[in-house]
């Protein structure tokens, strides 16, 4: 670090400098944004993310509660449709899924 040298500068210019140093910061920070909204998540990947067993998201997935998309032989399901269903269950009364 280099040397800092303290002259008369008024609050003004102060809060500026802090503020400039504070913004480049926070842009560096900045979180990324999901590049392909459509990510597909396996059977496990999806069980483990609403935090139940692979018997129960096979009786959500057959009763309608989360949407499964069958690609040949797999089963896969869309994050944004999962984090979708993950908001409904928690806002219903019996709270399924809301903690692991």
């Known amino acids: 670090m280099g040397k800092i040298f303290l002259q008369s500068l008024e609050l003004s210019d102060i809060k500026k400098v802090i503020e400039e ?3 480049n910061n926070m842009s560096k920070l900045s979180l ?6 459509n990510i597909l ?4 990947e999806t069980a ?7 018997p129960t998201l096979n009786d959500w997935t057959k009763t309608g ?5 069958r690609i040949g032989n797999r089963v ?8 979708q269903a993950l908001n409904e269950i928690k806002t219903s009364k019996s709270g399924r899924g809301s903690s692991c």
């Open 21 to 23: 140093v504070v913004e």
């Open 32 to 37: 990324p944004k999901h590049q392909n909204p």
């Open 41 to 44: 998540l396996s059977r496990k």
């Open 48 to 54: 483990k993310f609403l935090c139940i067993s692979l």
């Open 65 to 69: 509660i989360v949407k499964a998309h």
């Open 76 to 83: 896969l399901y869309k994050e944004q449709e999962v984090i």
